[in-house]
């Protein structure tokens, strides 16, 4: 046999795309491929780019151009470009950047084979279609020999929301869910493998509404029937509408022991008329007692977030009213950006707001949310938490997981290994991680 095709994937992005580039890494895989971590030794350069923050294009452009060498010394060397960007602007990229031979778009990675030797042929290959058939079903490669205690699975793809900024409804297309029992086969074939934790993953996870076997089921529902599995320790979700947050998986908060104490909730603004610009359909108040009911169900729940400033016509008042809210919330994690135009989406044609307020409003929102983070990181020492180790650390004997809220701690033990879940005490909280002994 001849040695295999080597594969180098590059991910950008948010988790659907190291998802799917674990996906095309199995199918990709049936073609005789095996991935490298190094561009330089691949004979398969994959970007799986993202389209969702600024200067998306120009990035893969110069991530392109700095291959111009590599297949200069490897005609045979084939680029891709998968993804949102791939998406959006596929065939201005294949037209602009020669060295590119492949151009696949998120709603087609099944095809990826019959691209890959299309390319292999000498020929470009794109495909930025969105197919009526399932790309989940039919991605089935050889999965992965090796995998840690977490994984990701795609429940639900797409979004029907449109928010004025956004644009993930044109990338990634209509929210579509996943037939329940292919989530649960893929569920179990995780754990069968040693997975513990498992994340369920959509753009607008919890408006998730699958197939199952009385009619649709809602994403409570599919936490339930996952919290049947044997061996299956800790089930998340991410990312959250707080539109679609239903009474059941508010429940579910208080009453699936599997289920984690923590919940990314986006609200974007703080402030109503930029909430109603950015048409978010919900309003401050509306978020606020939709959080204090969640609370209500699992009172240690641990809220993120993600925020953008400098929408088009933000004023400074606005921008009060978002930090007014993040004090009220007190997020454990958020993540804040600048507005970004995204040519296409509605916001684009708006006022933009003066570049240099913009960042100082970015600067004085992080200095909020990073003190209330720190607190609250803080605030577990003393505590007893459960920690899924999942490698070790850096010195000897030490390992590193996470917590049920998603805080990295490390734990100085003999005898704890991969994939185990122990109660831990906290006693010390350090820039970036908790350090904890086991009780
Ligand atoms: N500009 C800045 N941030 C954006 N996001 C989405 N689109 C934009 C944009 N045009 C942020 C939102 C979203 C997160 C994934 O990225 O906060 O929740
Ligand atoms: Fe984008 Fe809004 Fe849909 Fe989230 S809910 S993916 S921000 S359009």
Not at 95 to 120: C, F, I, M, T, W
Not at 224 to 239: A, S, Y
């Amino acid at each position: 046999m001849s040695d295999p095709k080597k594969l180098f994937i590059k991910t950008y992005g948010c988790q659907m795309n190291v998802y799917d580039s674990e996906r095309m890494a199995e199918a990709l895989g049936g073609q005789g491929y095996v991935e490298t971590q190094s561009a330089e030794d691949a004979d398969m350069i994959l970007l799986n780019t993202c389209h969702i923050r600024e200067k998306a294009a120009e990035k893969v452009y110069s991530e392109l151009g700095r291959f111009k060498g590599l297949k200069a010394a490897k005609p045979d060397l084939k680029i891709g470009v998968a993804g949102c960007v791939a998406q959006a602007e596929g065939e201005e990229i294949m037209r602009r950047q020669p060295l590119v031979d492949l151009v696949v778009g998120p709603q087609s990675y099944h095809r990826l084979p019959e691209l890959e030797a299309k390319a292999r042929a000498g020929e470009k290959a794109l495909d930025t279609d969105f197919p009526e058939e399932d790309k989940f079903e039919k991605l089935k490669g050889r999965p992965k020999a090796k995998r840690g205690p977490t994984a990701f699975l795609t429940v639900q793809e797409g979004c029907d929301k449109f928010c004025a900024f956004c644009v993930v409804p044109y990338t990634r297309g209509a929210e579509v869910s996943r037939p329940a029992d292919r989530i649960l086969r893929e569920a179990n074939e995780l754990v069968e493998r040693g997975v513990r934790e498992i994340t369920l993953l959509g753009q607008n996870v919890n408006a998730y509404h699958g197939a199952g076997p009385n009619g649709d089921m809602t994403l409570a529902g599919l936490i339930w029937e996952l919290d049947k599995i044997d061996g299956l320790e800790r089930i998340r979700f991410t990312t959250s509408h707080p539109n679609d947050m239903t009474d059941d998986l508010i429940e579910a908060h208080g009453t699936c022991a599997k289920l984690m104490p923590y919940l990314h909730l986006p609200v974007q603004a703080g402030s109503d008329k930029i909430l109603k610009r950015m048409n978010r359909s919900h309003t401050a108040d509306s978020y606020l007692r939709l959080v204090e009911r969640i609370r209500a169900a699992r009172p240690d729940i641990l809220m993120s977030g993600d925020f953008i400033v400098g929408f088009p016509e933000e004023t400074e008042a606005d921008f009060q009213a978002t930090l007014d809210l993040v004090e009220e919330i007190r997020y454990g994690y958020a993540y804040s950006f600048k507005y970004s135009t995204r040519p296409g989406t509605p916001a684009a044609e708006r006022a933009q707001v003066d570049p240099a307020e913009a960042d100082d409003r970015l600067q004085r929102l992080q200095a909020v949310i990073t003190r209330h983070q720190r607190e609250i990181q803080d605030s577990m020492v003393g505590r007893e938490v459960s920690v899924l180790f999942e490698k070790p650390g850096r010195l000897p004997g030490q390992m590193v997981g996470k917590s049920e809220y998603l805080h990295a701690v490390h734990v100085q033990a003999p005898g704890l290994s991969t994939g185990q879940i122990a109660r831990v005490r906290i006693v010390a909280s350090g820039p970036n991680s908790l350090a904890g002994e086991p009780v």
